[in-house]
């Protein structure tokens, strides 16, 4: 019979009107027309739509849009398969139809099954863009597609014949019930191959799980396993914390017979990653100052990569500042240590790219040192060690694959923010929005999400609380380091830790109970 | 298999150990990617951690009614929301249903550092509100059925449904507003290999 124009919907597609027949099979209806055909399979739990060569106008989508309507009330999944060989040369006018379809439904389709013989591209992005919840799969060859779709009919049929089947006009309630019911949802099954990977190697989610076995039941590493948990030659000790880059282990370093830091990465080591780290690591060992945490050596075990380091006893300056209010001097001194080591980094041509109160360690003389250089964003960005001059903005644009910019975003740079990039530069504006956040309690910019923090620090000026006792110079030097455009803040970090050195001799001289 | 786990859990909370780590094992990598993929690693750890202790501990212990599995992520749920007010102690309370992962935790996830498609579903997924996140997350990746959902999420079945419904749409929107990479075109074209090979028969179950 033929099928009139929708009632209210949005149309469909601008096609011709077209006589269409619809026939009812043992489980759903076919609708046929000159152009092609679409089958429907009525399931209890689900509804699969079979469409051949594409829709042709919307008043032909009606019972489908019923359809689909009535059962994903019910909480049934829906998939869909369609062969678009056919269709390439009107492939505006068929993906205005089905997005149509899509967008009406907020994509409830589960899984899109479709058989592309030159479209693959647009329409397979067109795709993935309109369904989220589910899975795509597209065939290049008829035969599997059509063998494919054979076997799920025949699975169909299968399951109509033991009377799983829910004829459309059954009461609704009961399929819904049913699918309440069912002990798995069988959306889950398929979709489970999208599911992400939680650890980057074996041995992240060994140790990981021996840290918290440790927590939980109290067994040391070596009560858990006799033959005691390693990375490389390296003896686990304890779990000392988590980073942004991965978790970092006591260990004890039986050769040279002395205790280390080992920092197991989270960055999946393929292998254009573990050259950039190898490369990235080499020059942070070959730096050696004071205020640095010393990188002993770079390894790999079991597929991952890791940091062996000095090993600091102390906290981060992160819990060191809410463990109590601290001297506006302390933590001047604490920020002035830190600040020496970025600039003995910055000479050695490496950006720390995430410098923040948490990658500053504090030993037990009190004492700063900058760990976590250069490899923040899980995978390190080009070499900056070619860089000559630091200070220049270098080429390193690095996002992530992703195309989101990976950094901390209290800390970061406009120009982080804007185009990713990163440079001795921003490396200033981070190290001064941590000493702000510091001295102040609290940041200079803040802002509900991405937008509006990248908007904060481009266009505002830092906040500066009421009634605090920071000294004016000193805000004003911080404030320069965090200018939106690079080239109005310090030249280098040597003349920022100038300043603020001038500053702290006067201030220690007028103010502070060292006077 | 739930009878099986409350008596695993009924052991455990009677001080054996091995029964505990039994348990801790089976359920440790779905429970580290719901936290991972909310909030900074460093917190995450900690929030696994917490969510095992409150299982052992807790006076709201697991009954064996249900599935242990939708008591685990109901305590999981708890624990994220809390920490979550904790960290806006200095503001008013966060309202889930409005505010996502990113707005209550900003910053890098570390979920999927390998793959470009896994990061850019789970950045949209952080970008809806986080109880919608939640649904999605429980009902796709952990295979929690309706009223399992309903255990976990403490909301009536036609709740849970409408959130499913509501948080696919915006989860879609989500990742229409995510600005689409350089890489897109290969990473989709992976993404769609890897979803064929990974793919299973995709009939609803016949039985």
Known sequence: MPWSRSRDRPPCGNYEPVEVSRRNTKTGFVLEHARGRLEVHELARGVIFQDYYGAVDDGYLQPVLDLAERRLAQGCRLTFYSDISRVHTSTTAYRRGWSHWFKEYDSEINDIVVFAASIVPILAVKAANLITGGSIRIFYDRERFQTHIEQVVTAAWDSADDDSIDPPDDSESHAGKEFENSDTPVAALEVSSSTPDVFASPLERKLGLG????????????????????IGRFTVQHKLGTGGMGVVYACRDEVLDRDVAVKLLHARCDKTSRRRIMREAKAMARLSHPNVVTVHEIGESDGAAFLVMELVRGSTALSWLRAEKRETNEILDVFLGAGRGLAAAHANGLVHRDFKPENIMIDEDGRALVTDFGLARGEVADPVSEATDPATPTSSTETTATGIVVGTPAYMAPETFAEGRTDARTDQFSFCAAMWEGLYGQRPFTGGDLAALARAATEHSPLVPRGSAVPRKLREAMERGLMPDPRDRWASMEDLLDSLSTRRAWYRRWFTRDS | ?????????????????????????RYYDSVVRFFRTKVAPSAADDLVQRTFMVCADSETAFRGEGKFKSYLFGVARRTLLSHFNSKHRQREDPDFGISSAFDLAPGPVTVAAGRADQRWLVEALRSIPVEMQITLELFYWQGLAIDELSVALEIPPGTVKSRLHRGRTLLRHAMEKIPVPDGLTRSVTVLMDEWAAGVHALVPESR
């Open chain 2, 1 to 25: 298999m739930s009878y099986d786990e409350f008596e695993l859990y009924s052991a455990w909370r009677a001080g054996n150990r091995k029964s505990g780590s039994i348990l801790v094992e």
């Open chain 1, 211 to 230: 840290a918290l076995n440790a927590a939980l039941f109290g067994e040391s590493f070596n009560e858990q396993d006799e033959a005691g948990f390693s």
